[in-house]
């Protein structure tokens, strides 16, 4: 089933009250995915990822994120977490490929690329009551979306995640599920919203999907229940990641059929295997303070850093690799498919 589009002032930017919103800038990008495929020094495709500098190949769950860095790419100094997803690639007539730069959100203009994230605990205004909304705790993660799924009816296993074809930066409407099929003026928006319910006991499962779900109705945003088998609430976990494709919006430079010239760095030119992973990584008990507080953009209750400090948290590649030139295939050799 598609999901029904959400109210827009629920989404935009700088209107969305209620939402813990904040600035990660990059903090590599490279072939690695510790939840995947731990210990992997390259893995199959490509990632963007964000927050504190203890990401690595291997991430032992019993190894606290905030006690192993030193730093973090987050405007909230308290958020140690790891945020990634896969990176674009625009593929020209001539087969090559070239990965399409990140731009920071509206109001975080400072940040070097990265992503906006969002946790939000409860869709309606105001102070929430004890216990209502149940913060992530040491050593959880997840993931949401599928990098083998090439269809929209293996895409609506997920319900939210989405594309934004940007008019213009505070563009909030007309999502899609797979890629905007035409040029987009400002850039593609990625939306990833994760699962809203928690079984309560397991901080991550084989698949690091089956510990979470969906209500057992509608949507999170429609403040719909939590289904028994997963009773718990927890923060809705939003990315907003924009890619800056204006560089690539001349259709003369777009495949000759007519399709849209971009793929993501898994060689999925549909867009329908969009997908997103999280470490939590927050100190102590700060995230569970902040959704008590139903924060927003500022937050008393945690600290904060500047952007440009943020910026400097930038890790090293483990393994050096040229992933922005014009590359004859996308890195790791993945098959366009
Ligand atoms: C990453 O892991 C390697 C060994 O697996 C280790 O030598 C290195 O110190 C780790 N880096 C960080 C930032 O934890
Ligand atoms: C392929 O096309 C792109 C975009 O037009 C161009 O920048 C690049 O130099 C071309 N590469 C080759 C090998 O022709």
């Known amino acids: 089933m598609y999901w029904k589009p959400l109210v827009p002032a629920l989404l935009a930017g700088s209107v969305h009250a209620g939402s813990l919103r904040f600035s990660c800038s990059q903090l590599v990008v490279e072939r690695l995915d510790p939840l995947v495929n731990p210990g992997l020094l390259q893995t199959p495709h490509v990632h963007q990822i964000i927050g504190g500098n203890s990401f690595n190949a291997s991430m032992d769950p019993g190894i606290a994120p905030a006690e192993a860095s030193t730093c973090t790419t987050c405007t909230f100094s308290e958020d140690f977490s790891n945020y990634w997803t896969a990176v674009l690639y625009f593929r020209a007539r001539n087969g090559t490929f070239k990965r399409v730069p990140q731009k920071p959100n509206v109001g975080f203009e400072q940040a070097n690329g990265g992503m906006t994230v969002y946790y939000t605990p409860t ?95 509608s949507t999170f945003e429609n ?15 939003f990315f907003e990641i924009i890619f800056d494709t204006t560089k690539f919006n001349d259709k003369s430079l777009w495949p000759e059929d007519g399709s849209q010239p971009f793929v993501w760095s898994f060689g999925d030119k549909t867009g329908y295997g969009n997908h997103g992973d999280y470490v939590f990584g927050w100190k102590d008990d700060s995230l569970q303070k902040a959704m008590d507080a139903n924060c927003n953009v500022n937050c008393p209750q945690l600290n904060t850093q500047s952007i440009a400090t943020g910026n400097q948290c930038a890790q090293k590649q483990k393994v050096k690799e040229d992933v922005d030139s014009w590359l004859t295939e996308l890195p790791g050799g993945m098959p366009v498919q």
């Open 223 to 237: 403040n719909a229940p939590c289904p028994a088998s997963h009773p718990v609430k927890i923060p809705q976990l």
């Open 123 to 217: 869709i309606k205004n105001g102070a929430l009551k004890k216990g209502e909304v149940t913060a992530f705790k040491k050593g959880f993660r997840m993931i949401v979306g599928d990098p083998s799924y090439r269809t929209k009816t293996e895409a609506a296993k997920f319900r939210q995640l989405t594309y934004t074809c940007l008019e213009n930066m505070n563009t909030r409407t007309g999502e899609t599920v797979d890629f905007p099929a035409k040029p987009c003026k400002v850039g593609i928006m990625v939306n990833v919203r994760f699962p809203t319910c928690w079984d309560g006991e397991n901080l991550d499962s084989p698949d690091h999907m089956a510990h979470v779900a969906y209500p057992s109705s």
